[in-house]
């Protein structure tokens, strides 16, 4: 399985299909998306009241913060929203704040002015820590922002009691801040070299780099 802060649109294009997965959990865990019959579940949406009360906090707080959500099946930002992503082309601009929040949503992301999640997030915990969840995906990348309890080793813990898998038998990769619950719940956690340093600090087995092909070489060590 995968658990990415990634949508369930593009699981087919980063792993190649069914094959390699049965589930994907996207949107950090508030999503659960079966690969070979495309089935997808919003697990925990994030409210239209709740968003709007957010985004006016953050446009408080933080100045010059763009704001853009995740539907579950496509991207809306508005114009103050500058990083884009590359690999999902289904993404639409909007004009204005509201019309981000027109229905139910996986998730929120702000684009930061100066591209720093941890002090950003530093200013705004003591507003929204109790409202919400919030990571990132790396050390330069916008907040991500999802519903209370939305985490990557909730939704893992929920799948594998369905699956009657103890968590001593997972065995979990990660690099980035929304790795780290999970990489400590899986029996086994493996950060790559190239890890947040977060994520280095708090898992203690380290593997190579995801350019060296980290995964891949405890991978064939587990199961050659």
């Known amino acids: 399985m995968a658990a990415t802060a990634r949508p369930a649109r593009v699981i087919e294009d980063i792993f190649g299909g069914d094959e390699l997965l049965d589930i994907a959990l996207c949107g950090n865990g508030?999503?659960?998306?079966?690969?070979?019959?495309?089935?997808?579940?919003?697990?925990?949406?994030?409210?239209?009241?709740?968003t709007s009360h957010v985004i006016a906090q953050i446009a408080r707080l933080v100045p010059g913060a763009g704001f853009a959500v995740?539907?579950?099946?496509?991207?809306?930002?508005?114009?103050?929203?500058?990083?884009?992503?590359t690999l999902d082309n289904h993404r639409s601009p909007v004009d204005t704040l509201a019309e981000l929040v027109a229905e139910p949503l996986v998730k929120l992301m702000v684009w930061l002015p100066d591209s720093d999640p941890d002090a950003a997030w530093a200013v705004l915990r003591p507003e929204l820590g109790a409202l919400v969840e919030c990571t990132w995906s790396a050390k330069r990348a916008p907040l991500e922002i999802a519903a209370i309890g939305v985490d990557k080793a909730a939704a893992l813990a929920t799948l594998c009691q369905d699956w009657n898998v103890t968590p001593s038998d997972v065995i979990a990769f990660g690099d980035a801040p929304n790795d780290?619950?999970?990489?400590?719940?899986?029996?086994?956690?493996?950060?790559?070299?190239?890890?947040?340093?977060?994520?280095?600090?708090?898992?203690?087995?380290?593997?190579?780099?995801?350019?060296?092909?980290?995964?891949?070489?405890?991978?064939?060590r587990l199961l050659g």
Not at 33 to 49: F, K, S
Not at 200 to 220: M, Y
């Open 180 to 220: 780290v619950s999970m990489l400590a719940w899986a029996g086994t956690g493996y950060a790559v070299a190239n890890a947040h340093d977060v994520v280095l600090a708090a898992t203690p087995h380290h593997i190579a780099t995801n350019d060296d092909d980290g995964v891949a070489q405890v991978l064939e």
């Open 30 to 50: 508030s999503v659960r998306y079966e690969v070979g019959t495309h089935r997808l579940v919003i697990t925990h949406p994030l409210t239209q009241e709740l």
């Open 70 to 85: 995740e539907t579950g099946h496509r991207v809306l930002f508005e114009p103050g929203y500058h990083f884009r992503p």
